[in-house]
């Protein structure tokens, strides 16, 4: 029997600025349930607080310790080690980190900074980990869902400074088991018993079962036929939220 779930946002809740049918009552259900309920993203286009107001808005019931984004965590690592971060991020981020020392920068931070991933500040974010600046990545997700349509996210820019200065990243976020165990730890359970529902099979579903949990793929979002393919391991596939949430029930 699954003790927790945890839900991605964007593609399994909602998707662009429509909820996808049966979603708010299968959130509240799960809420109403046994289950420790948890909602993970990676999503760097908004501050956490945005990203908490808008599911609310939309009428999802959920509460601030139930919401784990990796720009968070990203910064939460950064203030732990006393890092003074070169942070290239998207504009409607900046705020988050704005509260931290930028100045002589002696980490880099890449998040999906959309516009800004331009020649000359990812040159410089190169030049400072060849320096020897971590590298810290807000999540690997390779493309995400916009308007219809799938677009580059970070995880392409943080492999290419990876390899081009020859470093590892730190991903503070999805797929990272760090950042999963970071979110079963607050639920109080074991990884065994939960199961992870995302829409993205290799941050959400490669990820989660690369971490002990069980998982289980939506056909909605950024789905694309054939991902269930794509990794190894086993997991479920169903068509939404709503047959997500039974399955954990039982």
């Known amino acids: 029997m699954f003790k927790a779930i945890f839900f991605d946002l964007s593609g399994v809740l909602y998707d662009g600025t429509q909820v996808i049918p049966g979603a708010i009552a299968a959130i509240n259900r799960a809420q ?6 948890r909602f993970v993203t990676n999503t760097s286009r908004m501050t956490g607080q945005k990203v908490l107001l808008g599911l609310q808005t939309m009428g999802f019931a959920l509460d601030a310790g139930q919401l784990f984004s990796a720009p968070i965590a990203a910064k939460a690592l950064a203030l732990a080690n006393n890092w003074r ?11 988050e980190f704005a509260d931290i020392d930028q100045e002589n920068p002696d980490a880099v931070i890449i998040g999906d900074a959309e516009r800004d991933f331009c020649y000359e500040k990812l040159d ?7 320096a020897g600046a971590p590298l810290i990545g807000i999540g690997r997700n390779r493309y995400f ?14 492999t290419a400074i990876e390899y081009a200065a020859s470093v590892t990243a730190i991903i503070m976020g999805k797929p990272s088991a760090a950042f999963f165990n970071q979110v079963a730890a607050s639920a109080g359970v ?6 992870m529902v995302g829409d993205d099979v290799f941050g959400d579903i490669e ?22 393919t794509l990794v190894s ?9 709503v047959q997500a949430v039974e399955l954990a029930l039982g």
């Not at 391991?233 to 939220?241: N, R």
């Open 124 to 130: 410089y974010a190169f030049q400072l980990c060849r």
């Open 145 to 158: 869902k916009l308007d219809g349509k799938l677009h580059l996210d970070a995880g392409p820019f943080i």
């Open 190 to 195: 074991e990884n065994n018993e939960i199961l």
């Open 207 to 228: 990820g989660a079962l690369k971490s002990g949990m069980h998982a289980c793929l939506v056909r909605t979002g950024k789905y694309q036929s054939g991902d269930e």
């Open 85 to 95: 971060p070169y942070c290239l991020v998207h504009r409607n981020l900046k705020q």
């Open 32 to 37: 109403q349930s046994h289950l420790q309920v």
């Open 233 to 241: 391991g086993k997991f479920s596939c169903v068509d939404s939220v």
